[in-house]
């Protein structure tokens, strides 16, 4: 029997700082590049002075040693940084967010602000409070975007602000990776004596859902080279990492310290290493077969995939990614309905319009009472208390018919009970998913789970661990790491310097390219027939697949398809590539058809009229998919970087 555990990655993160990372990074490179330098270190201030014996590039590509693993998330974003030697194990640092405001955050509200030029102007918590203190015309004026991740699925997509007015999501997207960039390397900066690092000198990894489809993965690999993290000529120095994934890395080398339960001891998370660890051996063999399934809750999404802990510690994907939109922006949603029955369609609808800058306080205030268990107070904004004036005499007449609510001296009282009710369509979502994928089809007999793993922000809510603690501690055990609002961009820092970690996935659609095929009338359709110039008859259109949906495909692993010319003068081949949630589909123009990339491949030499061949190979199993066309007469490779984006 395999056993199962269930990871919710409910995602906020974090980022700290340590004041010996210079010497870590001196370290590391010494060990890298063997070089000689004599340092002076004042213990009490930690001034570090350098005497260079030799020549030393800091700014150059260090052998991987650098990373920056940046979490652009749908509610709140930030990064993660780490220096350590080829051998070693990374160590990432979390910095600190909002000081200047109060605050000491491990990320920051995705949140930026633009000025009526277009041109950024503020990002995170400072956009968030400059946003709020405007007035008038002067929020009309600015375009202040927010919990835009989730529509980020082409090209010239337009998201619209605050203000009603409209902007590209390319460059609302890359301004705020270019924020996050600039940050990471100043913050790195700043504790090197203030040496300059530049973009080339890092490998950056940049957080996605497992749910998003390969259009939106290139989405992003397009604004983070609009945004400088990466050029056209070092593109493989960006990496991908699918978010319940970077939580189950970190997640597993946790020891068993690193979690809050009553019940940790004895048990076993990881196959070797650090990790919790079982003492019994019926728990010793049972962790060789480990089996994760993770629902990541975010601002917008859940998240679900299904891995198997291998024997080393890597992980196998089981089942494909699913999920859906009910994550933490639904408590808003009902939170805002709840304020909408209170006051009534049309004073909300005016105040929302005309007092938007003082609705973010509200929303802000809301977020940092949502996770209590009790009665809350939210302070009433005096704008909102000024209009309602104008539609009742008192106050407190607003709550005479609403259960739940009541005015309290110039608050609104919110009762525990009316509290949990906003959470009510998203733990739905959350169980109901979870219960789908642990009886579905592909897997009629369910899933036994030993443990259920809550990390990212939301595990600190009391309402949610109530909820998961009801729903299964019946059959498992639940835990929750004592730093859960950092475990996916740690997570992200270790896939990045080893993507192997993950060592398969399972196809979510089946992907395949359009080819002729010699005509047969037994098996194709006569309006396929096509005959070339030579006489030579053929069916067009069809479907030949390289992979299937719901197929297992090992990472990094090729897939090598060899295809030769229709015609003797063909000088070039032209390469559709189509994606289908079907399974057995046979042209590429029937139902359920999606192109999503294409490519021609020059194949000059006719010397050997139709006996030429081009090979394809194609890799599958990343966090994307690449394809390589060679010509094997004149022996020329090119590498070809598919472009998913939808029209």
């Known amino acids: 029997m395999y056993y199962f555990t269930i990871l919710f990655i409910l995602r906020i993160l974090k980022l700290q700082c340590d004041t010996d990372i210079f010497l870590n990074m001196l370290t590391t490179y010494i060990e890298n590049k063997m070089m000689n330098i004599w340092l002076a270190v004042n213990i009490n201030t930690l001034q570090i002075t350098t005497v260079i014996v030799k020549n030393i590039h800091l700014g150059s590509k260090m052998g991987g040693c650098f990373l920056i693993a940046i979490d652009f998330g749908t509610a709140y974003s930030g990064y993660a940084f780490c220096v350590s030697s080829e051998n070693s194990d990374p160590k990432p640092r979390v910095p600190k967010w909002g000081q200047e405001h109060g605050f000491n955050s491990p990320k920051t509200p995705t949140c930026i602000l633009f000025d009526e030029h277009e041109e950024f102007k503020k990002f995170g918590y400072d956009a968030k409070m400059a946003y709020t203190k405007m007035h008038g015309a002067d929020a009309q004026e600015h375009f202040l975007f927010e919990n835009f991740k989730m529509e980020l699925y082409g ?15 390319l460059k609302i997207t890359a301004e705020t990776l270019r924020y996050l960039k600039d940050h990471a390397l100043k913050t790195i900066g700043d504790h090197t004596s203030g040496r300059q690092f530049i973009a080339s000198d890092m490998t950056w990894i940049l957080t996605v859902p497992a749910i998003w489809d390969a259009s939106a993965k290139q989405f992003m690999r397009e604004a983070a080279t609009e945004a400088g993290l990466v050029t056209d000529l070092n593109s493989d120095s960006l990496i991908l990492a699918l978010e319940p994934e970077a939580a189950s890395v970190w997640c597993k080398k946790l020891p068993s310290d690193g979690f809050i339960s009553e019940e940790i001891n004895n048990v076993g998370l990881d196959t070797e290493g650090p990790g919790l660890t079982s003492t019994s051996p019926e728990e010793q063999r049972r962790s060789r077969i480990r089996v994760w399934l993770k629902a990541k809750r975010t601002g917008g999404t859940i998240d679900i995939t299904v891995h198997e802990v291998l024997q080393g510690g890597t ?51 809301f977020s940092l009472l949502k996770g209590r268990d009790e009665d809350i107070e939210i302070a009433c904004p005096y704008n909102l208390g000024e209009l309602a004036k104008q539609y009742r005499s008192e106050m407190s007449d607003f709550f005479n018919e609403i259960h739940g609510a009541s005015w309290e001296e110039g608050s609104i009282k919110i009762t525990k009970e009316r509290m949990r009710s906003f959470f009510d369509d998203s733990f739905k979502g959350i169980t109901n998913s979870i219960r789908q994928i642990l009886k579905s089809k592909d897997n009629p007999e369910g899933l036994s789970i030993d443990f259920i793993l809550i990390v990212g922000g939301y ?57 002729y095929e010699s005509f047969d009338e037994s098996k194709h359709k006569p309006e396929k027939k096509f005959t070339t110039h030579e006489g030579i008859e053929y069916c067009s259109d069809v479907f030949n697949k390289l992979v299937q949906k719901g197929e297992s495909v090992g990472c990094e692993e090729v897939r090598e398809h060899t295809f030769s010319p229709i015609s003797s003068d063909q000088t070039e081949i032209s390469f559709s590539f189509f994606s289908t949630e079907r399974l057995n589909a046979k042209y590429v123009d029937e139902w359920g058809m999606d192109q999503i990339g294409s490519f021609i491949v020059q194949s000059p030499d006719t010397t050997k009229g139709m006996n030429r061949s081009i090979r394809l190979e194609i890799k599958f199993g990343f966090t994307e998919m690449q394809a390589t066309a060679t010509d094997i007469e004149s022996k020329e490779t090119q590498s070809i970087k598919l472009d998913f984006l939808r029209n």
């Open 155 to 169: 090209k010239n997509l337009m998201i619209k602000a605050h203000n009603g007015k409209s902007m590209s999501a």
């Open 315 to 365: 992980l196998k994907e089981l089942h494909k990614a699913s999920g859906n939109d009910m994550g933490g922006g639904t408590v808003d949603k009902k939170f805002k309905m709840f304020l909408r029955e209170i006051f009534s369609d049309e004073l909300w609808d005016d105040y929302a319009k005309d007092y938007a800058p003082e609705l973010q306080k509200v929303m802000y205030e």
């Open 459 to 515: 595990a600190s809510c009391h309402i949610l661990r109530s909820h998961i603690q009801r729903q299964f501690s019946g059959q498992c055990k639940v835990l929750f790491p004592i730093d859960p609002q950092e475990v996916i961009i740690k997570g992200a820092v270790l896939f990045g310097k080893n993507p192997k970690l993950v060592s398969s996935r399972i196809s979510a659609l089946t992907y395949g390219i359009a080819v």
